[in-house]
């Protein structure tokens, strides 16, 4: 089972619309999760982090954590042309190892105008 | 806004050369990675770094591997011989505070991308 799973997508939306996209992990024990947007080409720039179970709401961006299923998701509201890039998942948790984050494949997200 | 870093942007060496990969951290910042992307594929974690010392490293950072960081200041990642599969872009990360902490947001360089014929 891969520690962090995302689909790659393309995840196509119209321009304005909300963008879902999701993630889920394996290890029961992770503590802390972030959401990273990463334009072709460029390096990974975090947008937000959560720690515990329910939403956390920054801008037009809120992610949303369930620690029972394993789940977490990052909706972006009134999606722009800008917000096309691919969006990272990942983990932290003591059991992939102490010092690291683990990333997930990543989601390619386009927004049509 | 304080910002990681890394040179050369882009480096091409022939098979078996030896290279080496600079960053320069935020300066209050204590630990240090570094992560390699090949075209197309995931982020992937190579090694830590804290205290002048490797905290963790994966099964990728084999004996071809090593990083130091020398004058304090400089963070690097030489690779003694490469290989064909060793071209993908390289990041160092650094982050304040140590997981846990209210501090532990890795903030990513812009990369080294790194080309091997």
């Known amino acids: 089972q891969k520690e962090v799973e995302q689909n790659s997508g393309p995840l196509s939306v119209p321009e304005g619309a909300i963008a879902s996209l999701n993630c889920t992990y394996s290890?029961?024990?992770?503590?802390?999760f972030f959401w990273y947007r990463q334009y072709s080409g460029k390096s990974p720039e975090l947008i937000m982090f959560i720690y515990s179970n329910g939403d956390k709401e920054d801008g037009r961006f809120t992610a949303q954590l369930n620690k029972a299923s394993q789940y977490v998701s990052l909706l972006i509201r009134d999606s722009q042309p800008s917000d096309s890039a691919t969006y990272l998942c990942?983990?932290?948790?003591?059991?992939?190892?102490?010092?690291?984050?683990?990333f997930g494949t990543g989601t390619r997200l386009t927004i049509i105008p | 806004e304080p910002e990681v870093t890394q040179t050369p942007s882009h480096q091409v060496t022939q098979m078996g050369q030896e290279v080496i990969l600079r960053c320069v951290p935020i300066?209050?910042?204590?630990?240090f990675y570094w992560y390699r992307q090949i075209l197309g594929q995931k982020v992937e974690f190579l090694v830590s770094?804290?205290?002048?010392?490797?905290s963790e490293k994966s099964e990728i950072f084999d004996d071809q591997f090593s990083v130091e960081r020398p004058d304090g200041s400089n963070f690097t990642l030489k690779i003694r011989s490469t290989k064909l599969e060793d071209s993908a872009m390289y990041f160092c990360?650094?982050?304040?505070?140590?997981w846990g902490s209210g501090a532990n947001v890795l903030t990513f360089g812009a990369g080294s991308r790194l080309t091997v014929l």
């Open positions: 990360a650094t982050m304040r505070g140590r």
């Open positions: 290890d029961r024990g992770s503590q802390s």
């Open positions: 300066s209050n910042h204590l630990y």
């Open positions: 770094f804290y205290n002048n010392e490797i």
């Open positions: 990942a983990v932290h948790s003591t059991n992939f190892g102490n010092e690291k984050l683990t």
